[in-house]
C-alpha cells in the first residue's frame, strides 16, 4: 500500500483560518468563528456559517471567536 505525503501549512489566525497544501494553494481560508450550544458545548456551526450568526444567536446559542492571544480559548460554561 503507497503512502502519500503532503506539505501542509495550518495558520489558525485570529480572523480566519487558513490550510494551504504544496501543488494546490489554499484549500481552506474561513473565518474563525465557533457557534456553540450553551448548555452541551455542542458545536453547531463553524467558519463561515457561525460568522453569520454573530450577535444573531437565539439564547442557547453563543458565536465566538475562539483565538484568544494566539491560543485557541473557548470558555466552558458549568452546566446547571
Not at 494546490?24 to 456551526?45: D, F, L, M, Y
Not at 463561515?48 to 460554561?77: C, D, F, H, W, Y
Request: proline letters at 5%; glycine letters at 12%.
Amino acid at each position: 500500500m503507497g503512502h502519500v505525503l503532503h506539505d501542509v501549512a495550518i495558520d489558525l489566525g485570529r480572523r480566519t483560518r487558513s490550510c494551504y497544501v504544496k501543488g494546490r494553494g489554499i484549500v481552506i481560508n474561513e473565518p474563525s468563528v465557533v457557534a456553540v450550544e450553551k448548555s452541551t458545548g455542542r458545536v453547531v456551526a463553524v467558519g463561515k456559517e457561525a460568522k453569520i450568526m454573530l450577535g444573531r444567536t437565539p439564547g442557547e446559542i453563543e458565536a465566538i471567536r475562539p483565538m484568544q492571544n494566539g491560543v485557541i480559548s473557548i470558555r466552558r460554561r458549568p452546566r446547571t
